[in-house]
């Protein structure tokens, strides 16, 4: 592309990244009711607005997948250190709102997170150690309501 500003480029939580272990490449066309293709080509999809018969996914969708997958590693990357055993079984069911509020468009989520086996205090320090170490919860950590259940 040519002509090209960099518009922002902040360091706002003044975070000194060591190594940068991997970069999502995704070309989106068309917004909302476009299409999304990966570089590597493995995501290749239409996208579409939330509640709409379009027959592709949505961002607040994507969000969710992600978000999850993310959190689940970091359950299973915080497990061994607290000498807790993670369910092979351990799930997420992920819920990303778009919403209006009083300043515009918001996000707001729940992540209901399902660890059969464990006992409610295994649970709940898995879960804390997660919140606390998955790159989706840093990123969203003060910018939008976030409620997180457990199950056991």
């Given at each position: 592309?040519?002509?090209?500003?960099?518009?922002?480029?902040?360091?706002t939580?003044?975070?000194?990244?060591?190594?940068?272990l991997?970069?999502?490449?995704?070309?989106?066309?068309?917004?909302?009711?476009?299409?999304?293709?990966?570089?590597?080509g493995?995501?290749?999809?239409?996208l579409?607005?939330?509640?709409?018969?379009?027959?592709?996914?949505?961002?607040e969708?994507?969000?969710a997948?992600?978000w999850?997958?993310?959190?689940?590693?970091?359950?299973?990357?915080?497990?061994?250190?607290?000498?807790?055993?993670?369910?092979v079984?351990?799930?997420?069911?992920?819920?990303v709102?778009?919403?209006?509020?009083?300043?515009?468009?918001?996000l707001?989520?729940?992540?209901?997170?399902?660890?059969?086996?464990?006992?409610?205090?295994?649970?709940?320090?898995?879960?804390?150690a997660?919140?606390?170490?998955?790159?989706?919860?840093?990123?969203?950590?003060?910018?939008?309501?976030?409620?997180?259940?457990?199950?056991?």
């Amino acid at each position: 592309m040519e002509n090209q500003n960099v518009i922002e480029s902040a360091n706002t939580l003044n975070v000194v990244i060591n190594k940068v272990l991997y970069t999502g490449k995704v070309h989106v066309s068309g917004g909302r009711e476009g299409f999304a293709k990966s570089s590597d080509g493995v995501l290749d999809t239409a996208l579409s607005s939330p509640g709409s018969t379009g027959k592709g996914t949505n961002p607040e969708q994507l969000f969710a997948a992600g978000w999850a997958a993310c959190f689940i590693g970091a359950m299973k990357h915080n497990a061994p250190q607290l000498k807790i055993a993670l369910p092979v079984d351990a799930a997420i069911d992920a819920e990303v709102d778009l919403a209006l509020a009083d300043s515009g468009f918001n996000l707001q989520a729940r992540l209901n997170v399902v660890l059969p086996g464990l006992t409610y205090e295994e649970a709940k320090t898995v879960v804390e150690a997660a919140h606390q170490t998955c790159p989706y919860s840093k990123a969203t950590r003060g910018n939008i309501n976030v409620q997180i259940n457990v199950a056991i």
